[in-house]
């Protein structure tokens, strides 16, 4: 039987007011946001991306990895416990890690996309929906 992603038809399925982060993860995140992660260099971003990595990681007890290979599309890797972020997206970073925690495609999009909106609710207003994805808005 061939693989069938879950993936919520639009963002708006997944949206609730009513799901329950960990404190500490929560914080994490708020950390995150006032590092400002849009800004900086590309360096200084990938770093503050993995910081946020690294607290993630001990907040939810993982060991998994975070490689930014920009030749490739962003997944994780179960059997090797690795995230490939190939463009420093934070939507895409959490979808990704909620994979690392065992969520399926439509858990994923869930917890990514209500952290995001709960942590960047300005930056989540711009956006556009497309599907099941939110889109930053053109430059």
């Known amino acids: ?16 007011d009513r799901r329950k982060y960990k404190p500490e993860a929560l914080k994490a995140l708020r950390a995150f946001r006032r590092s400002k992660p849009w800004r900086g ?24 990895q975070l490689k930014f290979w920009a030749r490739d599309v962003a997944y994780y890797s179960p059997g090797e416990d690795r995230i490939n972020l190939p463009t420093l997206s934070v939507v895409t970073y959490l979808h ?3 994979h690392a925690r ?5 858990q994923a999009c ?18 556009r929906h497309h599907g099941h994805m939110l889109v930053a808005p053109t430059r």
Do not use: Q
Not at 1 to 16: D, G, I, Q
């Open 1 to 16: 039987m061939p693989y069938r992603a879950n993936y919520p038809a639009t963002v708006a399925e997944v949206l609730s």
């Open 41 to 64: 260099t590309f360096n200084e971003r990938r770093e503050k991306f993995g910081k946020l990595h690294e607290e993630l990681c001990r907040v939810y007890g993982l060991c998994t």
């Open 96 to 98: 990704e890690f909620a």
């Open 102 to 106: 065992g969520a399926d495609e439509r």
């Open 110 to 127: 869930g917890w990514s996309i209500n952290l995001f909106r709960r942590i960047f609710p300005r930056s989540f207003a711009r956006c």
